[in-house]
């Protein structure tokens, strides 16, 4: 089983990519789950048609240890297995403790024996790595950290935070950074800034993204590129995207 991480600034584009990183690995037969780490809980909507599906957290607090795996566990696009972590109450309470509170409750349920994923993707903020939005990076969980960054100045300290939290976790058996992933928003010098920040960590740009129409149109349809434009130009960087992912982590298809 490939556990990964896909770390990134909000409105980055990281959640679009997620899925579609997803559909991509699945549609190829693999077995994926993607488990959303945000408190905003709609990291698996474009999976599943825009739909937000009931949080770990939030049926934790109703159901307490009646809770069932086929309540938190939901299908979407290709048969993804989609799973939301979900936060607290605005204002009140820790946004990190609903990924903890998440991870900790899929394995106490045996999710990954029940479903038995070949690929496990952890979908994580990246404005803040601490506590439990630096879970996934942790010791059994992901085995590689992947980040999307533009060429935009704070989308690249951003995602430099997150190397360095990476890097910080050398020596401890925890995830090691896997690459960079260009997500274009076509300002000045962009390859550049994000290349070079891929150097200053020892990694690479490991695929880009260009922008398009087809990727906003999929997602105002609440569906994953490849299923609404299979054959256009989009589909097929995110498909290169997926396997190059792939192939990283130790995949062979």
Do not use: H, W
Request: with cysteine.
């Amino acid at each position: 089983m490939i556990k990964l991480a896909i770390y990134g600034k909000g409105g980055i584009g990281k959640s679009t990519i997620a899925c579609n990183v997803s559909a991509a690995l699945a549609k190829k037969g693999l077995t994926v789950m993607q488990i959303g780490c945000d408190p905003k809980a709609d990291s698996t909507s474009l999976l599943r048609n825009g739909e937000t599906i009931p949080t770990v957290l939030q049926l934790t607090r109703e159901k307490g240890k009646t809770l069932t795996l086929d309540e938190i566990v939901y299908d979407g696009a290709f048969g993804v297995k989609c799973v939301e972590a979900g936060g607290p109450v605005p204002g009140l309470g820790c946004a990190g403790r609903g990924i903890i509170n998440a991870l900790e409750t899929l394995e106490r349920l045996g999710a990954y024996e029940s479903y038995r994923p070949d690929v496990v993707i952890y979908d994580v903020l990246g404005d803040v790595v601490c506590g439990g939005f630096s879970m996934p990076m942790r010791k059994n969980y992901a085995q590689k950290v992947f980040v999307i960054s533009s060429g935009e100045k704070m989308s690249v300290y951003a995602a430099a935070n997150i190397c360095m939290a990476v890097d910080n976790f050398k020596g401890r058996g925890y995830a090691s950074l896997g690459g960079i992933i260009l997500n274009r928003r076509n300002v000045d010098n962009e390859e550049q800034a994000v290349s070079e920040l891929a150097k200053d960590f020892g990694s690479s740009v490991i695929g880009s993204l260009d922008r398009c129409d087809e990727i906003p149109l999929a997602e105002k349809s609440g569906k994953p590129v490849a299923e609404l434009f299979e054959n256009s130009a989009a589909a097929k960087q995110l498909d290169e995207i997926a396997m190059s992912i792939y192939s990283i982590c130790g995949g062979n298809l």
